[in-house]
């Protein structure tokens, strides 16, 4: 199994990094990937795949973390994302829109940098590791507007109407299913599920984010991510596990498949 997208390298993980990282091999965990947020995660997480080739990162700006960074320094930060990327990452993101962030960071704004991730995904032939949440209509239009880089699109902790998931798998993006697929209410992303060819589906744990039943409200981890796998065979089988697995490495262009 791969965790496609857990933040291991954000502070709630600095008491127990590496019980973390033993209870996720234990409980059968083969790769995970860590997004980063912003340029000061990226220069320390491009060191950890070379010390464990089953930890793979990516590098972006997360929309969230816009307000928080001048816009003057978008252009320079954009930069050195291009010169970092070729240092090991295997995927632009985490980027993407993000509603509730508008008010520090104009959609405009926001836009702007997320076709920059675009366009360096392209460059590099890097798959795009895409946030969206109360901004679809923008991420719509845009995709209307610009085609999916060569390497892929994967919206992550996807939870759009069974309406958007048909757009955005016309569009030629995959889709990774977070903690709340596992929720007891949970009927929209099951609904969205359902619309997905099988060879686009992924899982992960948004670790420290979303924790799947039982574990709702507590600090997520990738050792949960079978409970989120095995919420989605529910629906789609038992073979999902294996798929998901399939999908990962052929996405990440078998970045898993070295040591
Ligand atoms: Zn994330």
């Known amino acids: ?12 993980f600095d008491a127990d990094r590496s019980e973390v990282l033993a209870r996720a091999w234990a409980a059968g ?6 997004p980063a947020i912003g340029p000061k995660a990226w220069e320390p997480l491009l060191g950890w795949p070379q010390r464990d080739a089953r930890v793979q990162v990516g590098l972006g700006i997360h929309p969230q973390l816009l307000p928080s960074l001048p816009p003057g320094d978008d252009e320079q930060h954009l930069a050195l994302l291009d010169s970092l990327l070729p240092r090991g990452a295997i995927a632009v993101g985490e980027c993407g829109l993000d509603g509730p962030s508008e008010a520090g960071a104009p959609i405009e704004r926001q836009l702007r940098v997320l076709h ?12 795009l590791l895409v946030h969206c949440y109360r901004a679809h209509p923008h991420l719509q239009r845009y995709l209307e507007e610009h085609p999916i880089p060569e390497a892929g699109v994967l919206m992550h902790s996807y ?18 299913f977070a903690g709340p697929v596992s929720f007891p209410e949970a009927r929209r992303p099951l609904e ?12 992960e744990t948004d670790a420290p ?8 409200g507590e600090r997520s981890e990738p ?10 065979a529910t629906y789609l089988g038992e073979e999902l596990r294996e798929r998901t697995a399939q999908n990962a490495r052929r996405f990440f262009r078998c970045a898993f498949d070295v040591g």
Request: glycine letters at 6%; hydrophobic letters at 40%.
């Open 116 to 127: 920059a991730h675009f366009e360096l995904a392209r460059k590099h032939g890097l798959p």
């Open 1 to 12: 199994m791969i965790d496609t997208h857990c933040h291991l390298d954000v502070p709630r």
């Open 192 to 203: 969205a599920l359902k619309k997905i060819p099988l060879d686009r589906l992924m899982g």
């Open 209 to 216: 984010d979303q924790a799947p039943h039982p574990h709702r």
């Open 223 to 232: 050792a949960y991510l079978p409970l989120i796998l095995d919420s989605m």
């Open 159 to 176: 939870s759009g109407s069974a309406e958007l998931t048909a757009f955005y798998v016309k569009a030629g993006c995959h889709f990774s």
């Open 29 to 34: 965990v083969t790769g995970l990937v860590i």
